[in-house]
């Protein structure tokens, strides 16, 4: 469990700081198709060693805090309300902005570092997951197989309850809108990241799966629909193709379901590729020997492709 940090103990230079004795941070708001808003630091202490933070917020109730320790070989992720981050996240724009017209140079170091004590003293829960600093994502390697999760993965949640837009609901209302016949997924996006990603997977001639929690008929059929009509082309496009959409009761039945897959088919589980939005299923797929990703790397690869792009431009341009 993490420890609060006081400016004090703070070790210069840092990382993303340089050679001045200050901590450096990174905002980035991101709408398109997702949202997908968060502040980026790195700290170092004598304790805690280096670490980076990311406070990160989707548009949920909730949002995260992932810690990445190399010194503890650990991810720290803490779930925190998220009018913490907006809070922050108002306050970061404000001085952000008043600076840009004064002689007072923001670098928000002492926001983030507030941020993140206020976070460790509010979180509802928090969870580890080991750090492999060579794990990464990379977009360009093919696979025979990929099971991809639909909400929060292939979908951005948006649901009509009871006349108001929202990503979500409880157990107990999901079932009673399900019962109702409601079309759920009508207003679900199909993020552009996952849905490029997709088609440069079929086009290799990977194997493409959805692998789901659901209990509710009436819900398959509407996700089938969501599919259909989102992923034109990629998921659904022969009758056949059905028995490529899995539902499972619960989400540990995921794993299991994996197990027997790479049992039956005996298939490397290097070459499956397991993409949720759940950090324990991502792990515990880990643990089998499957490539298994976050939804987030996704973003956070395809935003990176963007900043080298706008790096090659303007380099382009100096040339």
């Known amino acids: 469990m993490l420890k609060e940090i006081k400016k004090e103990n703070i070790i210069y230079p840092c990382k993303r700081g340089g050679p001045d004795n200050v901590v450096e941070t990174t905002l980035l708001l991101n709408d398109y198709d997702w949202i997908d808003h968060h502040i980026e630091t790195d700290f170092k202490t004598e304790d805690l060693g280096e670490i980076s ?15 990445k320790s190399p010194k503890d070989k650990l991810i720290y992720v803490y779930t925190y309300p998220s009018d913490i981050f907006m809070k922050y996240l108002k306050d970061y724009l404000e001085r952000q902005i008043t600076s840009v017209t004064s002689e007072d140079w923001f670098d928000g170091e002492d ?33 025979e197989y990929a099971f991809f999760d639909i909400d929060g993965t292939l979908s951005i949640p948006c649901y009509n309850i009871n006349g108001e837009m929202k990503p979500g609901t409880s157990q107990k209302n999901w079932e009673a809108l399900c019962k109702e016949n409601v079309d759920m997924y009508k207003l679900c996006k199909a993020p552009r990241p996952i849905y490029n990603y997709l088609r440069f997977l079929s086009s290799k001639g990977t194997s493409l799966h959805v692998l789901s929690t659901e209990k509710q008929p009436e819900a398959e059929l509407a996700k089938n629909k969501f599919l259909s009509e989102k992923y034109e082309g990629i998921f659904l496009k022969t009758s056949e193709d059905i028995k490529n959409i899995h539902y499972v009761n619960q989400d540990k039945e995921k794993i299991e379901f994996l197990k027997r897959f790479i049992k039956e088919t005996s298939v490397d589980p290097k070459k499956i590729l397991y993409v949720d939005d759940t950090f324990s299923l991502v792990l515990a797929a880990s643990e089998l020997g499957i490539n298994a990703h976050h939804v987030s790397e996704f973003f956070e690869a395809a935003n990176n492709i963007k900043r080298e792009s706008i790096y090659n431009s303007k380099e382009n341009n100096n040339a």
């Open 53 to 67: 933070v990311k406070f990160n917020f989707d548009g949920g109730k909730n949002s995260r805090m992932i810690v």
């Open 111 to 143: 926001l983030v570092i507030d941020f993140y004590n206020e976070v460790l003293k509010y979180y509802m829960f928090f969870e580890t997951y080991p750090y492999d600093d060579s794990r990464t994502l990379d977009m360009s390697q093919e696979f």
